[in-house]
């Protein structure tokens, strides 16, 4: 059964640094999203694309994260600075499309630690 | 947006006892309500879905419930075993607007079940 990739799958940083995450859908599906789940919550959508283009980024803090997806399959999030309150898990899903209907498969995620 | 609430935070049962999760939404617009499983340090899972032409949904030992004049629907998980212990999230989806095809989540059920 395809899965969504997910690497690395855990990550510990110091504050003020870079730090990378990288997605790989199930293949054919146009729509990609990041999540962030902090410990105790549920997952909330960071970014959403369509193909190579975001469709829904009003809730990534633009300062410090960004997020690509410049052929339309895979996709990297990118935070620069870390900051202690980034320690999280950060989740990728993909879809077939984004009608409601299509069911969004989750990658088994990156843990952030951020010291 | 959309806002999910989701009760009880936490719920203990005895094996082979029911156990019921209920969620609130607020937006009318949405009209997809899946139901995510989260075992302890994996991906979220979905575990069964409803559509907003449907009151009632069963697969084997889990059913789902919706009531869309009041806003809420709800998860039973009957004869539980100890392997249904893990997270479990609601959501609810829209099927228009700028946020098409986003997932929000509830805060999440942790359900223990004890042999």
């Known amino acids: 059964e395809a899965e969504v990739a997910q690497s690395p799958r855990y990550k510990i940083t110091e504050k003020s640094q870079a730090v990378a995450f990288w997605c790989d859908p199930i293949?054919?599906?146009?729509?990609l999203y990041w999540y962030r789940q902090i410990l105790g919550q549920g997952p909330e959508l960071l970014v959403q694309?369509?193909?190579?283009?975001?469709?829904?980024d009003s809730q990534l803090p633009k300062d410090r994260f960004s997020a690509e997806r410049l052929k339309g399959v895979d996709s990297t999030l990118k935070i620069q600075p870390a900051e202690l309150g980034d320690s999280a898990m950060y989740l990728c899903a993909s879809s077939f499309s984004d009608r409601p209907k299509n069911i969004q498969y989750f990658g088994a995620g990156t843990r952030l630690s951020v010291l | 947006g959309e806002n999910v609430e989701q009760h009880p935070s936490t719920l203990s049962v005895q094996e082979g006892d029911s156990a019921v999760i209920k969620c609130t939404y607020s937006?009318?617009?949405?009209?997809?309500f899946p139901w995510y499983k989260q075992e302890l340090g994996k991906r979220p899972q979905l575990i069964i879905d409803?559509?907003?032409?449907?009151g009632e949904k069963k697969d084997q030992r889990i059913a789902v419930t919706l009531n869309k004049t009041a806003k809420h629907f709800s998860l039973h998980i009957t004869e539980t075993q100890p392997e249904d212990s893990a997270v479990y999230f609601c959501?609810?989806?829209?099927?228009?607007?700028?946020?098409?095809?986003?997932?929000?989540f509830g805060r999440g059920t942790q359900l223990t079940v004890w042999p």
């Open positions: 694309f369509q193909d190579e283009s975001v469709v829904d």
């Open positions: 409803i559509r907003s032409n449907v």
């Open positions: 959501a609810a989806v829209k099927d228009r607007g700028s946020t098409l095809g986003r997932l929000y």
């Open positions: 937006d009318s617009a949405s009209n997809y």
């Open positions: 293949s054919g599906h146009a729509t």
